[in-house]
């Protein structure tokens, strides 16, 4: 059921119920789909529209693998479909800014200048290796790609916390690894309703297709949303 798609197996193979996340991503991914596009082709279209130019396209993917290290080629390609659509201008009303919307904070934070008269937010390179160190950092924290997406969405201080009154660790502040072993992403949806790393897995294949130029019409076709 999971057909092809090598980010929902990554999240798949972290949890102990591999049957309830296949359930569970396959329902977000559907309701992610008729969030975003409405079951129209045009709709999509207009969605990626900044990766119809090729030079575009060629560089987030030159980026991406220059700078991912060792997150998966194909969480990064889904996070920034969801994101931003590829369009490194994107900006949503809390302020996030480009491909990864990245938070004026964050970005300062991992040393990127966010002023009036220059925010590297905006330079595809520079956001998308911020946004890759803020990938690596959470995987490292929270030792999962399941949690390492909840933090990225929700922040990793109210991930921590949420792992503490739920006695999975006993400090927020002061935690190891080896103390999330019992902790799998079935929970922590379960537990806070937070669907992120469902849909950044059901991003990837439409996505990925619109990164290398190619058309979106069988996204859109009854067989597609039944697999």
């Not at 998966?72 to 919307?101: C, H, N, T, W, Y």
């Not at 590297?120 to 950092?137: D, F, H, Q, V």
Request: with cysteine; hydrophobic share 35%; proline share 3%.
């Amino acid at each position: 059921r999971l057909g092809s798609d090598p980010v929902a197996r990554i999240l798949r193979d972290e949890c102990g119920n591999k049957a309830e996340f296949e359930e569970k991503f396959f329902a977000e991914k559907m309701k992610k789909f008729k969030k975003l596009f409405n079951g129209n082709r045009k709709v999509a279209e207009k969605y990626f529209s900044h990766l119809t130019n090729q030079e575009q396209r060629e560089d987030i993917k030159k980026y991406i693998e220059e700078n991912r290290g060792d997150v998966p080629r194909e969480i990064a390609v889904a996070i920034m479909g969801l994101e931003s659509g590829g369009d490194p201008k994107a900006k949503s009303k809390a302020g996030a800014l480009g491909l990864f919307q990245l938070m004026p904070e964050t970005a300062k934070g991992l040393e990127l200048e966010v002023s009036k008269n220059n925010d590297e937010r905006l330079i595809p390179e520079k956001n998308i290796a911020a946004g890759m160190t803020l990938l690596r950092s959470y995987h490292k924290m929270f030792g999962q790609w399941g949690l390492a997406l909840v933090a990225y969405n929700w922040g990793p201080g109210n991930l921590a916390r949420l792992l503490e009154r739920k006695a999975f660790i006993k400090n927020a502040k002061d935690f190891g690894i080896d103390e999330l072993k019992n902790v799998d992403l079935n929970i922590i949806s379960k537990d806070t309703k937070l669907k992120y790393p469902y849909w950044v897995a059901g991003m990837y294949e439409i996505t990925n297709s619109a990164l290398n130029g190619e058309s979106l019409e069988k996204y859109f076709k009854k067989e597609y949303a039944t697999k």
